[in-house]
């Protein structure tokens, strides 16, 4: 079982509507969860970060976070073309020592 | 700076040699990361520095790889005798860590590195 698992997609939206991804993780005592977007050939860039249960809304986006389902999911409402991207999930846990684990990434097309 | 800054960024080199490359963190950033990124696949860890405490070397792929970091700053990442499979985007990140708090990472633009 992978420490982090992502459906890699792609997940494909019309524009304004909600994309919602998914991602489960291994490691019961994770504490810090996030998500990077990673547009094609460029870095990822941290756009959420979320450490307890529940929701985390920051704009357009909003995280969700079920640590007893090792469950993290992030929402965009109002997709644009320009969210089409690979968003990374990514767990930092005490399996994986101090470095964070990444999952393969999601695939996003907003459709205009 | 202002940024994580690597250089060069992009290395094309011959199999067989040796490459550098260069990785300079966020000022005050205490922990900081190598990846790398093969065409169409995810983030593969190498190493990570914390302050003053041994790095963790548990991602090099092989011997052929090392890490240092210099005055809890710079750090060097070089692969000896380099193969055709090293071809990959290498990718430095840094991060504020304090205790067990974690935070996320700034990556850097990244080193495209091909081995031809």
């Known amino acids: 079982q992978k420490e982090v698992e992502q459906n890699s997609g792609p997940l494909s939206v019309p524009e304004g509507a909600i994309a919602s991804l998914n991602c489960t993780y291994s490691?019961?005592?994770?504490?810090?969860f996030f998500w990077y977007r990673q547009y094609s050939g460029k870095s990822p860039e941290l756009i959420m970060s979320?450490?307890?249960?529940g929701d985390k809304e920051d704009g357009r986006f909003t995280a969700q976070l079920n640590k007893a389902s090792q469950y993290v999911s992030l929402l965009i409402r109002d997709s644009q073309p320009s969210d089409s991207a690979t968003y990374l999930c990514?767990?930092?846990?005490?399996?994986?020592?101090?470095?964070?684990?990444f999952g393969a990434g999601t695939r996003l097309f907003v459709k205009a | 700076g202002a940024g994580v800054s690597q250089s060069p960024s992009n290395k094309v080199t011959e199999k067989g040699k040796d490459v550098e490359l260069r990785c300079d963190p966020i000022s005050g950033h205490t922990a900081l990361y190598w990846y790398r990124q093969s065409l169409g696949q995810g983030l593969e860890f190498l190493i990570y520095?914390?302050?003053?405490?041994?790095?963790?070397k548990s991602g090099l792929p092989s011997d052929r790889f090392s890490a240092e970091r210099t005055g809890g700053s710079v750090s060097t990442l070089t692969i000896q005798r380099t193969q055709q499979e090293d071809s990959a985007v290498y990718l430095c990140?840094?991060?504020?860590?304090?205790?067990?708090?974690?935070?996320?990472?700034?990556f850097g633009s990244g080193t495209r590195l091909t081995v031809v």
């Open positions: 979320i450490y307890s249960n």
């Open positions: 990514a767990v930092n846990g005490r399996s994986g020592g101090f470095k964070t684990i």
């Open positions: 990140a840094s991060s504020l860590e304090r205790g067990t708090d974690y935070y996320g990472y700034t």
């Open positions: 490691d019961r005592v994770s504490q810090s």
């Open positions: 520095f914390q302050g003053n405490s041994a790095p963790d």
